[in-house]
């Protein structure tokens, strides 16, 4: 949409500064993701690997207070530098930052204290009534107009939020995460262009019909670019505007069960035939009623469950040898008192030899988490890290999945994550016209440092883009390092965590986003 002037702002930014990738933790995963961001470590040392971690009743949801390591926030916060964080998902319970932060994605709702400081909160919601940390939507069930506004209401709220804040609040550094493009993208990548022909197609259309749906989808975007362009004003002349994304983005075609392979592979063994959870599923997913919609007072999740319902409930673990808990981990865990590293190897042998009907090669990777991740926190990932051949599959874990199948639009959506994500900068400083090469996202962690006038603590696993940087700036501004904290700096807030009524909500909003089942 850039190309064809649909997106001013963001052709602007391009024009004017850098454009290229940004490599995703692998899987590209939106709570590792962001995890590495924060951290400028990989999943191996922070200790975040999926939105669950495994607990003695199964599996529990993350929260901020399970990173481990310092994080952008307390790096920038020692240095008395003045912060304001918006809509970062993994950032609650709040951190107590120098500044305000304002949590996303894994809070539990606007009645939780989701702000710091804490009387924030009162303040944002009367100056900003309508702010939402989430939209309500599952996958969309009647006309995705409705999804569509409802996106566009939720990031104008938050658009009126960053303004109120930005003219309040004095910052040294200001983020703000538009999360909504991910909904978007989830639900409706079958209608989006991803190329100049079917911009102009959706342009034409957006025209000839007023009301309709492309309309709508080119309105939400033109949103996204207001709000670039607005943060672009507030930090024009003298800093440096950054674009990013977790992950990047494409098409969803195929489902495939991978413990249904390891079924038949003889690895796995189900306690009992899967046919209640299949009924259970199928009537949670007709909802004729639309109760998951209407009943979303934080009464109508009191004394729902608080752990997850995991894969693990359903097996025979005496006569299992390996598993996979998660479709958002994208991992196999091993389950034998024997040798792991020969059972590893038999896995990973069968895997890279797995064909499907038509003879193609079902998984393009398969690593020992050894070869993906390192640090102190290794224990804790999937033994094996395994993605499908063409990132348009993704493994499906559940107990009532089919070895292959196609995901249904109101199950799965039709798009899913890729590891390329988007990578824009410009301001002074920035070398106009240059490119990224192969930046990560543990990389920007030491590259704001080096921006800001902050030494980039050691042990970080990511490194100052300095390609990105004028000549003149890396003249003017060596590099420069320092000792990391011995202990744990990361910021901790003054919430203890989630109670039993706050991950029940938090759970079943990531179900309602397909991002967990059960």
């Known amino acids: 949409?850039?190309?064809?002037?649909?997106?001013?702002?963001?052709?602007?930014?391009r024009s004017d500064g850098v454009c290229g990738t940004?490599?995703?933790?692998?899987?590209?995963?939106t709570g590792p993701a962001w995890a590495s961001f924060m951290t400028g470590r990989n999943p191996g040392k922070h200790g975040i690997f999926d939105f669950s971690k495994p607990a003695a009743t199964g599996r529990e949801l993350i929260s901020y207070h399970d990173l481990r390591g310092e994080t952008l926030w307390s790096m920038l916060s020692r240095e008395g530098l003045r912060l304001g964080v918006i809509n970062v998902p993994v950032t609650y319970p709040p951190p107590q930052v120098n500044g305000y932060l304002v949590s996303g994605l894994l809070t539990p709702g606007e009645a939780s204290a989701f702000t710091h400081p804490r009387e924030l909160r009162q303040e944002l919601l009367g100056a900003?009534?309508?702010?939402?940390?989430?939209?309500?939507?599952?996958?969309?069930?009647?006309?995705?107009?409705?999804?569509?506004?409802?996106?566009?209401?939720?990031?104008?709220?938050?658009?009126?939020?960053?303004?109120?804040?930005?003219?309040?609040?004095?910052?040294?550094?200001?983020m703000m995460v538009v999360s909504s493009t991910d909904h978007l993208q989830h639900y409706l990548w079958h209608l989006l262009p991803t190329d100049e022909e079917a911009a102009l197609r959706l342009a034409a259309e957006a025209r000839s019909r007023p009301g309709g749906l492309s309309a709508l989808i080119l309105e939400f975007y033109r949103l996204v670019d207001h709000v670039l362009g607005l943060v672009r004003q507030r930090v024009e002349p003298d800093g440096q505007l950054f674009v990013i994304s977790d992950h990047?983005?494409?098409?969803?075609?195929?489902?495939?069960g991978i413990n249904r392979w390891l079924q038949s592979q003889g690895m796995l063994r189900w306690r009992r035939p899967p046919l209640l959870p299949r009924l259970l599923r199928a009537a949670a997913r007709a909802d004729f009623l639309y109760l998951r919609r209407r009943l979303r007072s934080p009464s109508a999740v009191r004394g729902r469950r608080s752990s997850l319902a995991t894969v693990r409930d359903h097996l025979d673990l005496s006569r299992t040898l390996a598993y996979a808990a998660s479709e958002t981990e994208q991992g196999i865990y091993l389950n034998s008192a024997a040798d792991h590293g020969e059972l590893a190897e038999d896995i990973l042998a069968r895997l890279r030899g797995w064909r499907d009907p038509d003879g193609e090669p079902v998984v393009g990777s398969?690593?020992?988490k050894e070869d993906v991740y390192h640090g102190e926190h290794l224990a804790a990932a999937p033994d094996i890290i395994c993605l499908a051949h063409g990132e348009s599959s993704v493994f499906d874990p559940r107990p009532t999945a089919r070895l292959f199948q196609r995901p249904g639009r109101r199950d799965k959506g039709t798009g899913t994550h890729r590891r390329e994500g988007i990578l824009l900068a410009c301001g002074p400083g920035i070398a106009s016209g240059a490119q990224s090469q192969g930046a990560r996202i543990y990389d920007l962690v030491p590259t704001f440092l080096h921006l800001l006038g902050v030494p980039v603590?050691?042990?970080?696993?990511?490194?100052i883009l300095t390609e990105l940087l004028s000549p003149d700036l890396q003249a003017r501004r060596p590099v420069s390092?320092?000792?990391?904290?011995?202990?744990?700096?990361?910021?901790?807030?003054?919430?203890?965590?989630?109670?039993?009524?706050?991950?029940?909500?938090?759970?079943n909003r990531l179900r309602d986003l397909g991002y967990i089942d059960g």
């Open 248 to 256: 990047g983005f494409g098409t969803l075609d195929r489902l495939i």
């Open 457 to 463: 603590p050691d042990g970080l696993d990511g490194r």
């Open 481 to 507: 390092q320092a000792r990391a904290p011995e202990r744990d700096a990361a910021l901790r807030g003054e919430v203890a965590g989630y109670s039993v009524d706050d991950a029940n909500e938090v759970a």
């Open 128 to 174: 900003v009534p309508d702010y939402r940390i989430h939209t309500w939507w599952r996958w969309p069930r009647r006309d995705p107009k409705e999804l569509v506004a409802d996106l566009i209401r939720c990031e104008s709220a938050r658009l009126k939020a960053a303004e109120y804040l930005l003219d309040r609040l004095p910052t040294d550094f200001f």
């Open 1 to 13: 949409m850039m190309a064809v002037g649909l997106l001013p702002e963001f052709a602007r930014i």
């Open 22 to 29: 940004l490599l995703s933790t692998l899987p590209p995963t």
């Open 366 to 368: 398969a690593l020992r």
